[in-house]
DNA sequence: TTGTAGGCGTTATCAA
DNA sequence: TTGATAACGCCTACAA
């Protein structure tokens, strides 16, 4: 059984330390932050005495409160972790920050701003906030979040006042993929589409929820296919998973022949993949009878969409220059927001449609 | 371009909105925390002076310093992120957790104890640690965490003085898989290894890394293999990835038929997926010609591996139990470690041996 | 090299 | 219902 707040005394405090070394708190405080000029002699005795008081070190919070400054970004989700950290992009993301803001001595503080909940993010300690893909139901809180003088990254998010963006050319990309089905001779494709906001759940493409839609990427990236595919239909998932993609394409395959499409244009490849493996299942062959196209270019273990075709985004890349951005705000230095692009890789799964 | 901070003048503090508002700090204070009787009037006199000043609400730094809380969680993870994320186990138990903490108004903090690096650990505002099956490694920073009266909570760790332990009976569940190969006819067998520490690299299961082996869930669930196979061999990873479960399969299948194993006792489900496409590539079948049991019962986007016979650990009840325990022991209530059972799952990935 | 003084922004306690 | 006072634990000019 483990008790072990309260099993022990009132911590010691620097000053507490500083009293039983015999030295004044400003002289402990410089033996334990190194932070000034302290005789050797001293620092040990002080460094004794605390390890014989059983002091810690000096408490954070007050250090923070003293410092202006706790150490802590938060990274603001718009989903549970679960939901969030299956997609590969957003952990590579996350990664490039972490690599980026750690070695600054700055740590990831993880925020869900899940629906209804009050938001940690008003009264959490942070230095700043990165917003991963947020969708516009988050404006209020971010509002907030700005009065507080927190400097804000997004990726891939809307435009916002006083936010610096790193953005993706999600139109670009996905009309460049869009435009090598047409180019392939596809003429009859649907889109599965990522989360919309600002409700969740699977069903078809209507023009009521996407004039609702909330979510800047999906948007964009069903506007890039529009360009080359005007008014394209097909499904809205609840979100990057195999098991969506796989959902939504049950839906638009298992139809009669004459109405199913020749080509789906997946919005990320956790979709494309669940869609292949719902062609699979229906004894439908890729690109044979489906071609199929995703985005992102995460490596996925289904060898049937192992060599997808798709866009593969510098997601890394991105996270680290969230995390530059992050510190040059800190540090009080200018930035500019950043759009980065994605490249075409052809794969194995499209090819002209079947005459 | 944006130049968010410093572009403003000094945010305003709490006394400043008193003072304007002409009442004293404390009142101003209970406007806003709702913590104590205040006049209708007065409050809403309070807030909208505050949102004239443009003032976002009580530090939470100074707010952390004054109540000695900051209503942050470490995560502790012996990884990077990347890696750590990669296995759905580990965000599952995170899930947990942070069902259970988020509710009582504490967020995760992502601490990543990779090597060399100073303790983010020891000057990050924490209330609590959850170490994620760290290994003894750790065991320094640890015992300084410790000494500052943080409480501790550890999910598969070796038994450590004063840290709560949700534990999990690796030993045995590892022996019921190896139990099962061995009834249906295995003698020939090969364990592939999570990472075993305090080195990271590929290579054949030694005794000298098996001594010098500092991860404690790998060890304990080769010791249960080894109850049913005494001395069993293999591969060591250097972590739960299916690239990381292929490349070992592909060492240990790529050899002459005599000498190849007839089952593959893979540490995690992941790296058993990886064993199994190994296995495919080299034209073996599963499980005509090679068993392959996981560990942790995950879903599996290949479909080759989609029917594992494995173990079926409860991954989000541990992070929930663990998370639990965080705030018994942030209440000063007492809890006891708790070790849970995960339960055999029959798949289609095992068979008898062919004669 | 060491000590003194003051304050970082809040909130708990108590008295009015 | 409101206000005065005193910390919370530390750090940093500045003075000695």
Same mark, same amino acid.
């Given at each position: 059984?483990?008790?072990?707040e309260?099993a022990? /005394?009132?911590?010691?405090?620097?000053?507490?330390?500083?009293?039983?070394?015999?030295?004044?708190?400003?002289?402990?405080?410089?033996?334990?932050?190194?932070a &000034?000029?302290?005789?050797?002699?001293?620092?040990?005795?002080?460094?004794?005495?605390? @390890?014989?008081?059983?002091y810690? &070190?000096? =408490?954070?919070?007050?250090?923070?409160?003293?410092?202006?400054?706790s150490?802590i970004?938060? /990274? %603001?989700l718009?989903?549970?972790?679960?939901?969030?950290?299956r997609?590969?992009?957003?952990?590579?993301?996350?990664?490039?920050?972490?690599?980026?803001?750690? #070695?600054?001595d700055?740590?990831? +503080? !993880?925020?869900?701003? *899940?629906?209804?909940?009050?938001?940690?993010?008003?009264?959490? $300690?942070?230095?700043?906030?990165?917003?991963?893909?947020?969708?516009?139901?988050?404006?209020?809180?971010?509002?907030?979040?700005?009065?507080?003088?927190?400097?804000?990254?997004s990726?891939?998010?809307?435009?916002?006042?006083?936010?610096?963006d790193?953005?993706? =050319?999600?139109?670009?990309a996905?009309?460049?993929?869009?435009?090598?089905?047409?180019?392939? &001779?596809?003429?009859?494709?649907?889109?599965?589409? +990522?989360?919309?906001?600002?409700?969740?759940?699977?069903? #078809?493409?209507?023009?009521?929820?996407?004039a @609702?839609?909330?979510?800047?990427?999906?948007?964009?990236?069903l506007?890039g296919?529009?360009?080359?595919y #005007?008014?394209?239909?097909?499904v809205?998932?609840?979100?990057?998973?195999?098991?969506?993609?796989?959902?939504?394409?049950? !839906?638009l395959?298992?139809?009669?022949? @004459?109405?199913?499409?020749?080509?789906?244009?997946?919005?990320?490849? +956790? !979709?494309?993949?669940?869609?292949?493996?719902?062609?699979?299942? +229906?004894?439908?062959?890729?690109?044979?009878?489906?071609?199929?196209?995703?985005?992102?270019?995460?490596?996925?273990?289904?060898?049937? /969409?192992?060599?997808l075709? *798709?866009?593969?985004?510098? /997601?890394?890349e991105?996270?680290?220059?969230?995390?530059?951005? %992050?510190?040059?705000l800190?540090?009080?230095?200018?930035?500019?927001?950043t759009?980065?692009?994605?490249?075409?890789?052809?794969?194995?799964?499209?090819? $002209? #449609?079947? %005459?």
């Amino acid at each position: 059984m483990i008790r072990q707040e309260g099993a022990v /005394a009132a911590r010691p405090t620097l000053a507490a330390v500083a009293r039983a070394a015999g030295v004044s708190a400003s002289t402990a405080s410089l033996a334990f932050s190194g932070a &000034g000029p302290v005789s050797d002699e001293t620092r040990a005795r002080v460094l004794a005495v605390a @390890a014989e008081l059983g002091y810690g &070190g000096p =408490d954070p919070r007050a250090r923070s409160l003293r410092r202006g400054r706790s150490g802590i970004v938060g /990274a %603001v989700l718009e989903d549970t972790l679960s939901n969030a950290f299956r997609d590969p992009v957003n952990i590579a993301m996350l990664d490039g920050i972490a690599d980026v803001t750690g #070695p600054a001595d700055n740590s990831l +503080l !993880l925020l869900t701003e *899940t629906e209804g909940e009050t938001s940690r993010l008003l009264d959490a $300690p942070l230095d700043a906030v990165v917003l991963f893909g947020c969708s516009t139901r988050l404006d209020e809180s971010v509002a907030v979040v700005r009065r507080r003088g927190i400097p804000i990254v997004s990726i891939e998010a809307q435009p916002l006042e006083g936010v610096l963006d790193i953005g993706e =050319d999600n139109v670009g990309a996905s009309r460049l993929l869009a435009q090598h089905l047409h180019d392939l &001779g596809h003429r009859r494709v649907a889109v599965v589409a +990522l989360e919309l906001g600002p409700t969740r759940w699977l069903g #078809p493409i209507t023009d009521e929820r996407v004039a @609702a839609g909330t979510a800047f990427t999906s948007l964009e990236r069903l506007r890039g296919a529009r360009l080359v595919y #005007p008014g394209v239909g097909g499904v809205v998932t609840t979100g990057s998973a195999t098991s969506e993609g796989a959902r939504a394409g049950r !839906l638009l395959l298992d139809v009669p022949a @004459a109405e199913r499409p020749t080509a789906i244009i997946a919005q990320s490849d +956790l !979709l494309a993949s669940g869609v292949i493996a719902a062609a699979d299942e +229906l004894g439908l062959s890729v690109p044979g009878d489906l071609s199929v196209v995703g985005y992102d270019g995460v490596r996925l273990d289904d060898p049937r /969409a192992a060599n997808l075709t *798709t866009v593969v985004q510098p /997601a890394v890349e991105k996270g680290r220059a969230a995390g530059r951005a %992050v510190l040059a705000l800190l540090a009080g230095e200018p930035v500019e927001s950043t759009t980065f692009t994605s490249v075409f890789r052809a794969g194995a799964t499209t090819g $002209p #449609p079947r %005459v």
